[in-house]
Protein backbone atom coordinates (compact mmCIF):
# COMPACT_ATOMS: atom_id res chain seq x y z
CA UNK A 1 0.00 0.00 0.00
CA UNK A 2 2.26 2.91 0.75
CA UNK A 3 4.68 1.40 -2.37
CA UNK A 4 1.50 1.97 -4.70
CA UNK A 5 0.90 5.79 -3.12
CA UNK A 6 4.63 6.59 -3.61
CA UNK A 7 3.95 5.89 -6.85
CA UNK A 8 1.18 7.42 -7.17
CA UNK A 9 2.84 10.54 -5.94
CA UNK A 10 5.80 10.41 -8.05
CA UNK A 11 3.19 9.82 -11.01
CA UNK A 12 1.41 12.64 -10.41
CA UNK A 13 5.05 14.98 -9.99
CA UNK A 14 5.78 14.14 -12.65
CA UNK A 15 2.45 14.68 -15.06
CA UNK A 16 2.75 18.27 -12.84
CA UNK A 17 6.83 18.61 -14.43
CA UNK A 18 5.39 17.38 -17.64
CA UNK A 19 2.77 19.92 -17.90
CA UNK A 20 4.82 22.86 -17.06
CA UNK A 21 7.76 21.83 -19.25
CA UNK A 22 5.16 21.61 -21.94
CA UNK A 23 3.85 24.84 -21.21
CA UNK A 24 6.88 26.36 -21.16
CA UNK A 25 7.93 25.58 -24.87
CA UNK A 26 7.24 28.29 -27.46
CA UNK A 27 5.82 27.44 -30.44
CA UNK A 28 7.85 27.44 -33.43
CA UNK A 29 6.70 29.25 -36.93
CA UNK A 30 7.71 28.97 -39.85
CA UNK A 31 7.59 31.01 -43.21
CA UNK A 32 9.17 31.39 -46.65
CA UNK A 33 11.93 34.13 -46.57
CA UNK A 34 11.59 35.92 -49.82
CA UNK A 35 14.63 36.52 -52.20
CA UNK A 36 14.08 39.99 -52.16
CA UNK A 37 14.55 40.28 -48.03
CA UNK A 38 17.73 37.96 -48.88
CA UNK A 39 19.05 40.48 -51.51
CA UNK A 40 18.13 43.66 -49.36
CA UNK A 41 20.39 42.02 -46.10
CA UNK A 42 22.98 41.15 -48.01
CA UNK A 43 22.85 44.45 -50.64
CA UNK A 44 22.88 46.53 -46.50
CA UNK A 45 25.77 44.56 -45.75
CA UNK A 46 27.79 45.25 -48.81
CA UNK A 47 27.25 49.01 -48.94
CA UNK A 48 27.83 49.26 -45.67
CA UNK A 49 31.51 46.98 -45.68
CA UNK A 50 31.82 49.40 -49.15
CA UNK A 51 32.17 52.75 -46.98
CA UNK A 52 34.08 50.76 -44.38
CA UNK A 53 36.52 49.99 -47.06
CA UNK A 54 37.03 53.66 -48.31
CA UNK A 55 37.99 54.41 -45.01
CA UNK A 56 41.38 52.63 -45.75
CA UNK A 57 42.23 55.18 -48.14
CA UNK A 58 45.50 57.21 -46.90
CA UNK A 59 43.81 60.21 -48.58
CA UNK A 60 40.54 59.70 -46.78
CA UNK A 61 42.72 59.01 -43.56
CA UNK A 62 44.77 61.59 -43.90
CA UNK A 63 42.01 64.24 -44.32
CA UNK A 64 39.98 62.96 -41.49
CA UNK A 65 42.84 63.21 -39.58
CA UNK A 66 43.30 67.03 -40.55
CA UNK A 67 39.73 67.61 -39.38
CA UNK A 68 40.45 65.81 -35.97
CA UNK A 69 38.02 63.20 -36.63
CA UNK A 70 39.13 59.65 -35.07
CA UNK A 71 38.50 56.57 -37.58
CA UNK A 72 36.51 54.75 -34.85
CA UNK A 73 34.16 57.69 -34.74
CA UNK A 74 33.54 57.31 -38.72
CA UNK A 75 33.53 53.07 -37.92
CA UNK A 76 30.56 53.83 -35.36
CA UNK A 77 28.52 56.07 -37.51
CA UNK A 78 28.49 54.15 -40.53
CA UNK A 79 27.65 51.09 -38.85
CA UNK A 80 24.46 53.51 -36.80
CA UNK A 81 23.23 54.35 -39.98
CA UNK A 82 19.85 53.37 -41.63
CA UNK A 83 19.31 51.05 -44.43
CA UNK A 84 17.81 54.19 -46.33
CA UNK A 85 20.67 56.11 -45.10
CA UNK A 86 23.23 53.71 -46.55
CA UNK A 87 21.35 52.83 -49.85
CA UNK A 88 21.38 56.53 -50.45
CA UNK A 89 25.04 57.49 -49.37
CA UNK A 90 26.21 54.61 -51.79
CA UNK A 91 23.87 55.92 -54.31
CA UNK A 92 25.55 59.56 -54.09
CA UNK A 93 28.95 57.84 -54.45
CA UNK A 94 28.20 56.00 -57.41
CA UNK A 95 27.02 58.78 -59.22
CA UNK A 96 29.63 60.65 -58.57
CA UNK A 97 32.46 61.23 -61.12
CA UNK A 98 35.00 58.99 -61.13
CA UNK A 99 38.13 61.55 -60.66
CA UNK A 100 36.53 62.87 -57.22
CA UNK A 101 37.28 59.44 -55.17
CA UNK A 102 39.16 61.14 -52.09
CA UNK A 103 36.72 64.23 -52.41
CA UNK A 104 33.61 62.28 -52.57
CA UNK A 105 34.61 60.15 -49.88
CA UNK A 106 35.56 63.02 -47.41
CA UNK A 107 32.11 65.30 -48.97
CA UNK A 108 29.86 61.74 -47.71
CA UNK A 109 31.52 61.03 -44.19
CA UNK A 110 30.82 64.97 -43.67
CA UNK A 111 27.20 64.46 -44.90
CA UNK A 112 27.44 61.55 -42.43
CA UNK A 113 28.78 63.79 -39.50
CA UNK A 114 25.78 66.70 -40.02
CA UNK A 115 23.00 64.12 -39.96
CA UNK A 116 24.34 62.28 -36.75
CA UNK A 117 24.83 65.81 -35.35
CA UNK A 118 21.13 66.88 -36.53
CA UNK A 119 19.74 63.47 -34.76
CA UNK A 120 21.59 64.31 -31.54
CA UNK A 121 23.78 61.28 -31.64
CA UNK A 122 27.05 63.14 -31.54
CA UNK A 123 27.89 66.65 -31.02
CA UNK A 124 30.78 67.26 -33.96
CA UNK A 125 29.74 70.58 -35.58
CA UNK A 126 28.91 73.37 -33.03
CA UNK A 127 26.60 75.63 -35.77
CA UNK A 128 24.48 72.02 -36.28
CA UNK A 129 21.11 71.81 -33.95
CA UNK A 130 19.44 68.79 -32.60
CA UNK A 131 16.31 68.33 -33.91
CA UNK A 132 15.18 66.40 -30.99
CA UNK A 133 15.09 68.19 -28.61
Known sequence: MQKQSMFRRL????????VLMVVQVPMANAAMVGTAEVINAQQEQVDRQQLL???????VQDKLQAMGVERDQVETRINSLTNAELAQFNQQLSEAPAGAGVLGVIVLFLVIFIITDMLCATNVFSFVKCINR
Open 11 to 18: AAMLAVFH
Open 53 to 59: SMLDDQG
